[in-house]
């Protein structure tokens, strides 16, 4: 909460040294805010906020660039006279932990077209969805498991670390 907090007061502060209080202002001093914070991690005390707002950013732009891919997909797909739909349901082993993490994964995929989390296994270490488009089970859990790489970081788990468990 310190890096939001001192984030914050950086954008005010810059208003107020500009001398117009606009949303414009105020969004040019989170960045300038939010850079001063970068330089200087150790010294303020920021470095935690700074790696989770920074992976924040990096999940939010891979999944606008998902969501658009796969909306093409599904687009070409209905285009075409006899789309190679190949539906499927499977079960993906989960790299990630704690419900939080898992909710966001299944809630991801299921806004993505073409695929829908069914579910977890009682223990929460298999995720179930049904998907289409994909050729074979095999891509099927790759594109899943983009997703989940990309949401790892967000709760401080690593993928490379989690390879060995999957």
Same mark, same amino acid.
């Given at each position: 909460?310190?890096?939001?907090?001192?984030?914050?007061?950086? /954008?005010?502060?810059?208003?107020?040294?500009?001398?117009?209080?606009?949303?414009?202002?105020? /969004?040019?001093?989170?960045?300038?805010?939010?850079?001063?914070?970068? *330089?200087?991690?150790?010294?303020? #005390?920021? $470095?935690?906020?700074?790696?989770?707002?920074?992976?924040?950013?990096?999940?939010?732009?891979?999944?606008?660039?998902? =969501?658009?891919?796969?909306?093409?997909?599904?687009?070409?797909?209905?285009?075409?006279?006899?789309?190679?739909?190949?539906?499927?349901?499977? /079960?993906?082993?989960?790299?990630?932990?704690?419900?939080?993490?898992?909710? =966001?994964?299944?809630? &991801?995929? &299921?806004?993505?077209? #073409?695929?829908?989390?069914? #579910?977890?296994?009682?223990?929460? &270490?298999?995720?179930?969805?049904?998907? *289409?488009?994909? $050729?074979?089970?095999?891509?099927?859990?790759?594109?899943?498991?983009?997703?989940?790489?990309?949401?790892?970081?967000?709760? #401080?788990?690593?993928?490379?670390?989690?390879?060995? &468990?999957?």
């Amino acid at each position: 909460m310190r890096g939001l907090s001192l984030n914050i007061l950086l /954008a005010i502060v810059w208003t107020l040294f500009v001398g117009e209080f606009s949303l414009r202002e105020l /969004a040019i001093g989170v960045l300038l805010g939010f850079a001063i914070l970068s *330089i200087f991690p150790l010294s303020l #005390g920021t $470095g935690g906020y700074v790696r989770r707002t920074l992976a924040v950013v990096r999940f939010a732009l891979f999944f606008i660039r998902e =969501l658009t891919a796969a909306n093409v997909q599904v687009a070409l797909f209905a285009l075409r006279p006899h789309p190679p739909l190949h539906p499927m349901i499977i /079960a993906y082993p989960l790299r990630l932990r704690g419900d939080n993490g898992q909710t =966001l994964l299944a809630a &991801t995929i &299921t806004l993505m077209p #073409g695929s829908v989390a069914m #579910g977890f296994n009682p223990e929460r &270490t298999v995720l179930y969805a049904h998907t *289409i488009g994909m $050729g074979s089970v095999r891509e099927a859990r790759a594109s899943l498991k983009k997703v989940e790489d990309a949401l790892l970081p967000l709760y #401080g788990q690593s993928a490379e670390l989690q390879e060995d &468990t999957a």
